[in-house]
């Protein structure tokens, strides 16, 4: 169902008040928030004000902290217009013609048009992609998430030179990447960011105790949230993941959809939770989807760009796997991924083109946000029931402090690097040494138990029963 307009007719007198006072926008959408719980968005506000024959001048606030931020978001692939929404949402007192001033006095460039210019950023760009691709995270990518990776580095070169140098450096990569085409999907629609979160887990690394678990938004594909570590399906980390995130955004997606995992039967009742906060009368089914697996299609659609893109590296290797590398890398992966542009597609007219970060942060003017405010009470109560469940806990700390203590006596300095020869297998020599003697205490049977993870169960039946309780109580 697409949202109401907002009316601001009833306003109008203290907009115009605020205006007389030469508050900013982002000020007026503050107190319209604070005080009437409106939802509204700059380009709403500014263009009422236009209606109603309104004009402001936006004079420039001139600050370290803005050219830190158009530094930033310049960095994020973002070209003069998006920058200039995306300041003036955050709440930046900008004029449209003192953008480019400023980017200009920062050094920052959208193109070299002198030939020695872009011959220095040609021997740059091939310095830094060897360096990357000797690290091994950037055999997988396309054309625009090299683009996207790159720039975030701060290299300034065109997108198409960037590819055609990485096709001289990598050929290999490039032919395993064609070979492994995305195979043709339906189509899918929604009506704007936070309408529908795709939730669902990456099992393919669970044999070997990683988990991983996330979330993407279905409009703009804007990765929420990413978790690795070695509880990611569990009832209660997923739940915990899910709060940490809506109270981080101030929001809520009005749908999820999920499989019917035994990991999601909480996180449904908790979105549930928070819908009847708002209307005691909702049913699970107008706010939660449920269906197979592989007919999510956002999130199954973003494993198979995360595996082709980075985890092929790791599906057949399990050795010395380290939980915080493989959790950099797939943040990162994330990072880049959220600034890369997703080209028009002719034969699917309704696929979104973009950035997911500026589709999701900041629409175009004629998409509302989708998302629900948060009701703080039910919020807090839900978080209460998951507090003391660490979802980032390794292992039990007294298994955790005994493999550290085998890991000093083998010597092993984790802030060391890894021989170049080992690039691929790193530290393999101390994983299985540790195992060796991981396996020699299990069978010795003395102290101390060597735990893979608390048990749960407890814990869980409490949130069960707290949520159950929860909802009589409000249906009541």
Known sequence: MPRAKIDLNPYKDEILALIALKKTNAEI?????????????????????????????????DTPALRDRITSLFFNGLNDDQLYRALRTEGYQLGARALPRLRYELGLKHSLRTAEGQQEAEETAAGVITEELQKGVIEGYGRGLLYAHFQQLGVNIARDRIYSIYRTLAPDAIERRVRNMQRHRGEYIVPGPNFLWSVDGY???????IEIYGAIDAYSRYIIWIYVGISGRTAISVLRQYLDTIEMLN???????????????????????????????????????????????????????LTKGLLFRWRNYFGALLQEVLRAEIQGFVRVWNIHSI?????????????????????????????????????????????????????????????????????????????????????????????????????????????????????????LNNLRWRRLRRLN
């Open 29 to 61: 959408i503050r107190y319209l928030h604070d005080t009437y719980q409106t939802q509204l968005a700059d380009h709403t506000l500014r263009r009422r004000l236009k209606e109603w024959n309104i004009s402001i001048r936006t004079w420039t606030q």
């Open 203 to 209: 099992l393919k690394l669970a044999p070997y105790g």
């Open 251 to 305: 929001q809520y997606p009005r749908f999820i959809r999920s499989d019917h995992g035994g990991e999601t039967v909480i996180l449904a009742q908790a979105h549930h939770l928070l819908q009847q906060a708002a209307d005691p009368t909702t049913p699970l089914k107008d706010c939660y989807m449920y269906g197979a697996s592989t007919t999510n299609q956002r999130i199954e659609a973003w494993w198979n760009q």
């Open 343 to 463: 080209r028009k597609q002719r034969n699917r007219p309704n696929v979104t083109p973009g950035k997911p970060y500026i589709l999701y942060h900041h629409p175009p003017p004629h998409i509302e946000n989708q998302g629900l405010l948060i009701d703080s009470e039910t919020l807090t109560e839900l978080q209460n029931d998951v507090q003391e469940w660490d979802i980032d806990e390794f292992l039990p700390p007294e298994t955790y402090q005994w493999c550290q203590n085998q890991l000093q006596h083998l010597e092993f300095n984790a802030a060391q690097q890894a021989p170049e020869d080992d690039n691929s297998t790193p530290y393999r020599a101390y994983y299985l040494q540790l195992r060796a003697r991981v396996d020699e205490h299990l069978r010795s049977e003395r102290e101390p138990q060597l735990l893979y993870q608390r048990s749960q169960l407890e814990h869980l039946i409490g949130v």
